[in-house]
């Protein structure tokens, strides 16, 4: 049974930082990307940052220059940190993990995958 355990949300002012974990089962090997989506209320769950098991990251352009992806895969891990957090950022977000590429996993929020419970980022 696969597992991705989200923590680190919060509630912060607008241009605070924020750093969520993900740790996953081991059973993500290096087989699968990992990474980050997010949903807002009443809008559609969008990729925010995926990184493959290399290390090679991809992000949304609406985070490029203040969100950056990181996996430790000795610690099954993988980070979002965020900074200069705007209003516009808060929603709940997914850690997720899925065998298609960073790349393309980024574009497809529907994916048949693994998925977390989410963890909750609030900007005021």
């Known amino acids: 049974h696969v597992q991705l355990v989200e923590s680190g949300g919060g509630s912060v002012q607008a241009g605070g930082a924020l750093r969520l974990s993900c740790v996953y089962s081991?059973?993500?090997?290096?087989?699968?990307?990992t990474g980050w989506f997010r949903q807002a209320p009443g809008k559609g769950r969008e990729g925010v940052a995926t990184i493959d098991s290399d290390g090679t990251p991809s992000c949304a352009d609406f985070v490029k220059g203040r969100f950056a992806i990181s996996r430790d895969n000795a610690k099954n891990t993988v980070y979002l940190q965020m900074n200069s957090l705007k209003p516009e950022d808060t929603a709940m977000y997914y850690c997720?993990?899925?065998?298609?590429?960073?790349?393309?996993?980024?574009?497809?929020?529907?994916?048949?995958?693994?998925w977390g419970q989410g963890t909750q980022v609030t900007v005021s």
């Open positions: 997720t993990a899925d065998t298609l590429p960073a790349r393309v996993l980024i574009t497809t929020p529907w994916h048949s995958g693994y």
């Open positions: 081991t059973a993500v090997d290096n087989r699968y990307s």
